[in-house]
Nanobody
């Protein structure tokens, strides 16, 4: 199984980025997918998750109304649209997958990507 994130970079406060996570080696349409992030010196934290069919979506309170998770099962890809970015959103963002049900707990996820850096700074 391979999860490959892309789309990270440097953006000014208030700006936007869209992260992508391309999955291979698993039946993507039967896996819940999540995004987590880890800032320097902090523990990994939940950002957003989407169930295998996209019917259930969860967000961390800190990103509600600013971030949107979506998936395209035909392309084996999950996305994270990030708007109104703040300096406190700076972190390495990780994509994760688990069978069927999406959860907000990192320990529930079996598969992880290598991460992509997002830096929000002026």
């Amino acid at each position: 199984v391979q999860l490959v994130e892309s789309g990270g970079g440097l953006v000014q406060p208030g700006g936007s980025l869209r992260l992508s996570c391309a999955a291979s080696g698993l039946t993507f349409s039967t896996h819940g997918m999540g995004w987590f992030r880890q800032a320097p010196g902090k523990e990994r934290e939940f950002v957003a998750a989407i169930s295998w069919r996209g019917g259930r979506i969860y967000y961390a309170e800190s990103v509600k109304g600013r971030f949107t998770i979506s998936r395209d099962n035909a392309k084996n890809t999950v996305y994270l649209q990030m708007n109104s970015l703040k300096p406190e959103d700076t972190a390495v963002y990780y994509c994760a997958g688990r069978a069927l049900i999406a959860t907000m707990r990192s320990q529930d996820y079996a598969y992880w990507g290598q991460g992509t850096q997002v830096t929000v700074s002026s």
